[in-house]
């Protein structure tokens, strides 16, 4: 069974910095593809940044040069480093995975709020 727990979200004003943590259980993480989406308000799920590997990650426009991406495989964890942060990053943010080859991603975490003042 694969578990994802979150954490490091709060309330910060706009130029801040958080990282969130997201705690992979039940395999190797390098088994997995780990994703960051988040979903703000009356909108839909915006896929935010994902870690194939060391060398090869993906980032959404809005955060590119702002947010960086990184795990720990002696923790299982992967991490979203989130600078210079705006009010527009306010929203629930979720981790998912999906093992290497699959589509979709089919395991998700509960969520941790962000939310930026300004």
């Known amino acids: 069974q694969v578990q994802l727990v979150e954490s490091g979200g709060g309330l910060v004003q706009a130029g801040a910095s958080l990282r969130l943590s997201c705690a992979v259980s039940?395999?190797?993480?390098?088994?997995?593809?780990v994703a960051w989406f988040r979903q703000a308000p009356g909108k839909d799920h915006e896929l935010v940044s994902a870690f194939y590997n060391t060398h090869a990650t993906y980032y959404a426009e809005s955060v590119k040069g702002r947010f960086a991406i990184s795990a720990n495989n002696g923790k299982n964890t992967v991490y979203l480093q989130m600078n210079s942060l705006k009010p527009e990053d306010t929203a629930l943010y979720y981790c998912?995975?999906?093992?290497?080859?699959?589509?979709?991603?089919?395991?998700w975490g509960q969520g941790t709020q962000v939310t930026v003042s300004s």
């Open positions: 039940g395999r190797a993480l390098t088994m997995y593809v």
């Open positions: 998912a995975a999906k093992f290497r080859g699959e589509e979709q991603y089919n395991y």
